[in-house]
C-alpha cells in the first residue's frame, strides 16, 4: 500500500484547539490542528483510492499518523460518547493494548474519525478482557440511538443503523463503502472475560448524511 500522508516538517503553530468551543477537553498548546486535519483528511482519501491492507495488523497495530507528532499529549484523539448506555470513554488512533486498557481505539487502515464521504472509523474496545469492560453495554443499543464521536476540531454525530454478531476473521466490517459517511464499533462477543471467536458490530451512519 502506498504511504501515508506524513507529518509537516515546519508545521504551523496554533496556541489553542478550535474545539475548545465545543467542549472538548483538550488542553490549550502548540498544536498544529490544521496540518492535523489536513492529512488526516489526505489519509482517509487514500484509503478510499488504494484500498486497505489488514495484513499487518495483528504485528503493527499502530495507527499510520502519530498525533504526538502534532503536539497532541498522549496520543488522544478526543472522545466517543453515547449516552443511551451512560459511556464516554478517551479515543485513541492504534489498538494498542495500553489505549484499550484506558478507552476505545481507531483500528489500523480505517478512517480516521473526522466525518466524511467514503468513510468508516472502525472502533475497538474492550468487553471484559483483563477486567475492562468498555464496550460490554454496547449490546442493549438500538436503531436510531446517537453515538458522539468529539475529535480536536468539532463534534459529529452518528445513528445505529444495524446491530449483529459476525466472526474474528471477518474483515468486511472494517471495509470502506464509497457513498458513507460511517463508524462501526466492535467487541468481543459473548462477554465472558476472555477473549472469543466472535465480535459484536454496530454500524452507525452520519446523522443527515449518508450511510449503509
Known sequence: MAARAEGKEDPKIHTASPSAEKGADFEKAEIDFEGLYTN???????????????????EHPEFEIRLTAYGLKDNLFGYIDIPAIQLK???YL??????LRTGA???????????GMGTNAVIAAHN???GTKRFIK?????????IYITNFYE????????????TAQDDSVMRIEKNADCITLITCYPYTGRQTE??????AKRENGSGS
Open 128 to 130: 471484559g478482557w483483563n
Open 155 to 166: 463534534t459529529l454525530c452518528y445513528q445505529v443503523t444495524d446491530h449483529y454478531i459476525t
Open 198 to 203: 466472535e465480535r459484536l458490530v454496530i454500524r
Open 105 to 115: 481505539a481507531v483500528i489500523r487502515e480505517t478512517s480516521a474519525p473526522i466525518g
Open 89 to 91: 470513554l478517551p479515543l
Open 138 to 146: 454496547c449490546e442493549a443499543l438500538r436503531k436510531n440511538d446517537r
Open 40 to 58: 488526516l483528511q489526505a489519509y482517509n482519501q487514500c484509503l478510499l483510492e488504494k484500498g486497505q491492507d489488514f495484513t499487518c495488523q495483528p
Open 94 to 99: 492504534g489498538s494498542e493494548e495500553k489505549y
